[in-house]
Nanobody, 122 residues
């Protein structure tokens, strides 16, 4: 069992930056791939980024490639999402998830956090 708690969301102006954190409980965190997804009002939850259990492989949605960076610290049981050059269309609730392997579809993940709101003003 893995419990996930996101933090770091907030209100930021377009062009700004935020860093999201996802703290995991459980002794098996390092064995899971981790992903970030987001859901805007009225839209389906979509893939943002994923990272393998070792951190050696990362994957990004085309919409965030070059602007967002996913990383993890297995010693701290935490995964991060550094978001730069934010745009109003990045506004959404951001969720972290744990699963195996590091995929881009929801069904590949077994555990989900409660989400953190990111709002980007124009």
């Amino acid at each position: 069992q893995v419990q996930l708690v996101e933090s770091g969301g907030g209100l930021v102006q377009a062009g700004g930056s935020l860093r999201l954190s996802c703290a995991a409980s459980g002794r098996t965190f390092s064995s899971y791939a981790m992903g970030w997804f987001r859901q805007a009002p009225g839209k389906e939850r979509e893939f943002v980024a994923a990272i393998s259990w070792s951190g050696g492989s990362t994957y990004y949605a085309d919409s965030v490639k070059g602007r967002f960076t996913i990383s993890r610290d297995n010693a701290k049981n935490t995964v991060y999402l550094q978001m730069n050059s934010l745009k109003p269309e990045d506004t959404a609730v951001y969720y972290c998830a744990a699963g195996d392997p590091a995929g881009s579809t929801l069904h590949e993940y077994d555990y989900w956090g409660q989400g953190t709101q990111v709002t980007v003003s124009s």
